[in-house]
């Protein structure tokens, strides 16, 4: 019979401090200020606004029938759709045989941490999960600091200097890029520098491309094309295909790390089985490409592009220090430029930042404390989300690729996110200034 008391305390150790998930906390709580009325413009969870692809949906829609349990890691037919469209877009050289398919990324990368014995090296700030993750199984976290005047980006100096006190320890690290929270993305030369400190110190790279697709000009670069035998690839249908609640993401290893995909496959046949059947028939449509993938992508990076140019101008012409995005849909915005009259409210760090705004405006977003940044730094993640992007699509086609977005279509079309920051503005110009304090 176990000990109770020490299943108890392992618990408290590892997983009864911590809270929900932030992003589905805001989520949650969005929703319920919604119900009681409130206004609520919903930049907390970054879940795409687009639908998913027509003929994908048509693809799920004729194997709803489908009831069996599949292999461990994936339909085989799925496996091969991945890895060739890895061949096809980026030129990687992958085998079915290297991929393995889970219920959502975010469960791969938990399996990954559970079955592999290392430090965790983590850029801040960094999404939300991968942090708790690796509190909940026990692992050692190293944090890797990043530099807003370098848009948060890791350096190969920086990653250098972290390995060098201890040059043999095994280390993974997660790069996401272009990034969630902060939408920037790395050149080929930046890669390839990180790359070069990678093999030097054998650290194992998890190369998070989930916003891969959603790179504003379709030019995502993986670092494992500069080091192919220590980077497993990281994606699925959550962002670039509207996906989120379908939870089907894709890991794909280098054959030097088949072991590692092995081991993996172990711990999900006695966890979750298998992903779900109906949905990894469909998603060999999304893999597979053709005219309605790649003209919903073309349309997709548009309107995002110039959403995130009209947000960034106004934020900006307040005063804000941000430079413009190359992906995804989110912006870290700092407010340090306007603590002594954020002080003089009584607002000394993000968490409280984030509770005033949704307060007095509405505007609901997550604190920068949430993605690994010190709790007293006045830092916020925007997920600019909120609006209608079947509407948007449909009104971004009929306007020629070739030609530019018109400057007020975030205004007509995506107009939450709009009023959103211009009441973020319009609340930043009435702090106290020094006058009337």
């Not at 699925?236 to 088949?258: E, N």
């Not at 930042?353 to 925007?382: D, H, K, M, N, Y």
Request: proline residues 6%; negative net charge; charged residues 20%.
């Amino acid at each position: 019979m176990p000990d109770k008391s020490a299943l108890t305390s392992h618990l408290n150790l590892n997983v009864r401090g911590l809270p929900i998930s932030a992003t589905l906390g805001i989520n949650e709580r969005s929703h319920q200020l919604i119900r009681e009325g409130k206004r609520i413009y919903k930049l907390g969870l970054g879940q795409s606004p687009f639908p998913v692809p027509d003929v994908v949906v048509n693809e799920l829609r004729a194997n709803a029938h489908q009831k069996d349990y599949l292999p461990v890691l994936g339909l085989p037919e799925l496996r091969a759709a991945v890895a060739d469209y890895y061949r096809r877009t980026q030129g990687l050289t992958f085998a079915a045989e290297d991929v393995m398919i889970g219920p959502g990324s975010k469960e791969l990368m938990f399996i990954l941490q559970l079955v592999y014995y290392g430090e965790l090296v983590i850029p801040t700030p960094s999404w939300v999960s991968y942090a708790p993750q690796a509190h909940i199984i026990g692992r050692q976290i190293k944090w890797l600091e990043t530099d807003a005047r370098n848009h948060w980006k890791v350096t190969p100096e920086n990653l250098e200097k972290l390995c060098a006190s201890d040059p043999d320890r095994p280390r993974l690290i997660i790069l996401n890029y272009p990034s969630n929270p902060h939408g920037y993305t790395y050149t080929d030369s930046e890669l390839k520098a990180i790359a070069t400190v990678t093999r030097k110190f054998r650290i194992l790279v998890l190369a998070d491309e989930i916003y891969g697709e959603v790179h504003f000009k379709g030019e995502q670069t993986s670092i494992a094309q500069f080091y192919p035998e220590g980077t497993i690839v990281s994606s699925g249908l959550s962002k670039w295909c509207g996906a989120g609640g379908w939870r089907l993401g894709t890991f794909t290893f280098p054959a030097q790390l088949q072991w590692l995909k092995n081991a993996m496959a172990t711990a999900a046949s006695e966890t979750y089985t298998s992903t779900s059947a109906p949905i990894q028939y469909a998603a060999i449509k999304a893999f597979q490409g053709g005219p309605e993938i790649e003209q919903y992508l073309v349309q997709s990076r548009r309107v995002l592009e110039h959403l995130a140019h009209t947000l960034v101008s106004r934020l900006r012409r307040q005063g804000f220090d941000i430079a413009p995005t190359q992906g995804g849909f989110y912006l870290f915005l700092d407010f340090e430029g306007f603590r002594p009259g954020l002080s003089a409210r009584g607002i000394t760090d993000s968490v409280g930042l984030c509770e005033q705004l949704i307060s007095e405006t509405g505007v609901a977003l997550l604190p920068g404390v949430a993605f690994g940044r010190p709790a007293s730094e006045l830092t916020v993640r925007i997920a600019f989300v909120d609006f209608d992007g079947t509407r948007a699509l449909e009104a971004a086609s009929l306007i020629p690729a070739d030609a530019p977005l018109p400057a007020d279509f975030g205004e007509t079309y995506c107009a939450n996110c709009v009023t959103a920051i211009e009441s973020i503005c319009q609340w930043v110009s009435e702090l106290p200034t020094e006058a009337t304090r």
